[in-house]
């Protein structure tokens, strides 16, 4: 295996380890579940060749990443992680913006065949996540499920333009008009509180298919 430098730093109130090799541009390489860094081990070297710096951190919750506090691990939690470690590695200041890797970026066809760009794609499951979640979980009870729609709720109706993945900036990146989703959902909710507390909770019958956003 390659000798890679490996480090800690803080970012969003969690202590990132992370692998490092080479010098340049940031490229930011993100595992999922059930990977952890070395998911990267051959693709560091050859990002360092090329002329880049490829950090690839253990993400919150793999060892010896801390885990946090509060428990949490939604996706708009993992977003928030990545926008925060790129200053926190002392990217934000480079004439060439950073970029992200993500395991089926690697895995799959070549980037210059893709038509959707990877910050694109993240900002859509982002949303996908939160609005999935908020029908899902208002079909249930039970103090998880009611903390989790409320967790998405405040994404989605809290107007904040200066973080780039809040949920009227991902709707402006998306051309989608927030406040039709916004109406919609809240529709939602009253039709939902308004039925009987046994059809909330359906036992059988096909499950409500997720929530894709066309391209």
Not at 154 to 161: I, M, Q, Y
């Amino acid at each position: 295996m390659a000798d890679f430098h490996s480090g800690n730093v803080q970012a969003n109130g969690i202590d990132f380890h992370y692998l490092e090799m080479g010098r340049g541009p940031l490229v930011l390489c993100l595992h999922g579940f059930p990977d952890n860094a070395l998911t990267y081990r051959f693709l560091l070297p050859a990002l360092a060749e090329a002329g880049f710096r490829g950090v690839a951190p253990f993400m919150r919750g793999y060892t010896p990443t801390g885990k946090p506090q509060d428990g949490r691990y939604q996706s708009v939690l993992l977003a928030q992680d990545a926008v925060a470690l790129i200053p926190a590695l002392g990217a934000a200041s480079q004439t060439l913006p950073p970029a992200a890797g993500l395991p089926e970026q690697f895995y799959s066809r070549p980037a210059a065949t893709d038509k959707v760009h990877g910050e694109v794609a993240l900002m859509r499951a982002v949303l996908e996540d939160a609005i999935n979640c908020f029908q899902k979980q208002t079909l249930k009870s039970g103090r998880r499920a009611q903390r989790l729609v409320r967790e998405a709720e405040e994404w989605l109706f809290t107007d904040d333009p200066r973080w780039p993945f809040s949920f009227v900036n991902i709707c402006a990146v998306l051309g989608l008009d927030p406040e039709y989703l916004r109406l919609g959902l809240k529709r939602l909710r009253q039709r939902l509180s308004a039925e009987p507390q046994e059809k909330k909770q359906p036992t059988t019958g096909p499950a409500r298919p997720p929530l894709k956003i066309a391209a």
